[in-house]
């Protein structure tokens, strides 16, 4: 009788056997989701807990001018993107805090922990993708004229950026 069958009453029968290397596999996939499991994981996380910081306290904002999006009256920002994270803030019970710069330094104080979001007229195309997080595209936002925007959270904060995201789809849709 050669490997991988057994005799039963109607004689001769294959039966399927993982190789070692699908074992192993399987191993090490029951293994990691048991760690996870025990630890308390949660998926998607902040590892610098921005998401529960806010939620219920003070929003960083960072905005730099774009025309018909984000435009400054007597050291106040308004426009739609103004709307939209104010929105924002009201659905994580949090108060904006705004500071006014070029994406550069936006981007930079995302970086460094001083801002929790950045918006301006940042596009699904932006260059900044290796130094923030960045969300989805949104097209529908007002003022948008075509381009499809994005809004920027620091980097690996993917808790925070699941909550933008949940929220900018009812919002705007995609």
Not at 61 to 76: F, I, S, T
Request: aromatic share 4%; with cysteine; charged share 25%.
């Amino acid at each position: 009788m050669a490997a991988g069958e057994r005799t039963g009453q109607s004689g001769t029968m294959r039966t399927p056997h993982a190789s070692a290397s699908q074992r192993l596999a399987m191993g090490a996939l029951l293994a990691a989701t048991l760690v996870a499991t025990g630890c308390g994981v949660q998926i998607p996380a902040d590892p610098d807990g921005t998401l529960d910081r806010v939620t219920g306290g003070e929003l960083r904002v960072g905005a730099a001018v774009e025309p018909g999006l984000v435009e400054v009256e007597g050291g106040e920002p308004s426009g739609p993107l103004v709307d939209l994270v104010e929105d924002f803030a009201d659905s994580v019970d949090a108060e904006p805090e705004w500071t006014i710069a070029s994406e550069e330094t936006l981007v930079t104080e995302l970086e460094e922990g001083r801002l929790d979001l950045a918006v301006g007229g940042f596009t699904d195309q932006s260059p900044w993708i290796d130094r923030a997080g960045v969300t989805r595209g949104y097209p529908g936002i007002p003022g948008a004229e075509g381009r499809s925007l994005v809004l920027l959270v620091p980097l690996g904060e993917n808790a925070m950026l699941t909550e933008l995201e949940t929220f900018l789809d009812e919002e705007v849709g995609s």
